[in-house]
T-cell receptor, first 110, second 114 residues
Framework: GQNIDQPTEMTATEGAIVQINCTYQ??????LFWYQQHAGEAPTFLSY????GLEEKGRFSSFLSRSKGYSYLLLKELQMKDSASYLC???????????FGKGTRLSVIA | KAGVTQTPRYLIKTRGQQVTLSCSPI?????VSWYQQTPGQGLQFLFE???????NKGNFPGRFSGRQFSNSRSEMNVSTLELGDSALYLC?????????????FGSGTRLTVV
């Protein structure tokens, strides 16, 4: 089976840095994805990691450690518009669908 | 290019009825996946189709079914609706199964069963 865990809720201050963790247990590994979902909207793709290390994209970075079954999404210079749910998803083997965690609801406060 | 289009956006149905939801993927994308999203469970996988073939199926009862057409458009059907089927149904398309590009999601169909 596959299991993906991430915190349910987090709160951070505008301008600060926040790290959202994701741990996973899967049969095989073919990539980890992060999505952002604003309330009432579709999830949108943020990042993809398949090798260990850090991937940086502007204010957002994502890290992967395959040996530890661990990833994090780092958001810098937080803005109010970053208030959203952040979904961690893993593909086990190549031809299996993405399995999603339940998401972390991030609230950015002034 | 146009995104993933799901119709209708909202539906209200009565228990016992059946419903059909439609999804048109991004042009050129041959894989379509369906997910059910509820506040308590997050995104739960329903089906994945590639070139008109169901490649994977999630742990949902037989009341949930789907298909994909030759133009990659997909439909899912839920028969004998139950109150617990109320959810946001999301369709996602990708170039192929196993794509590292991940999914592009549609805006979803919000189904309410009363």
């Amino acid at each position: 089976g596959q299991n993906i865990d991430q915190p349910t809720e987090m709160t951070a201050t505008e301008g600060a840095i926040v790290q959202i963790n994701c741990t996973y247990q899967t049969s095989g590994f073919n990539g980890l994805f992060w999505y952002q979902q604003h309330a009432g909207e579709a999830p949108t793709f943020l990042s993809y990691n398949v090798l260990d290390g850090l991937e940086e994209k502007g204010r957002f970075s994502s890290f992967l450690s395959r040996s530890k079954g661990y990833s994090y999404l780092l958001l810098k210079e937080l803005q109010m518009k970053d208030s959203a749910s952040y979904l961690c998803a893993v593909r086990g083997t190549r031809d299996t669908p993405l399995v999603f965690g339940k998401g972390t609801r991030l609230s950015v406060i002034a | 290019k146009a995104g993933v289009t799901q119709t209708p956006r909202y539906l209200i149905k009565t228990r016992g009825q059946q419903v059909t939801l439609s999804c048109s993927p991004i042009s050129g994308h041959r894989s379509v996946s369906w997910y059910q999203q509820t506040p308590g469970q997050g995104l739960q996988f329903l089906f994945e189709y590639f070139s008109e073939t169901q490649r994977n199926k999630g742990n949902f009862p037989g009341r949930f079914s789907g298909r994909q057409f030759s133009n990659s458009r997909s439909e899912m059907n839920v028969s004998t609706l139950e109150l617990g089927d109320s959810a946001l149904y999301l369709c996602a398309s990708s170039l192929s199964t196993g794509s590292g590009d991940g999914y592009t999601f549609g805006s979803g169909t919000r189904l309410t069963v009363v």
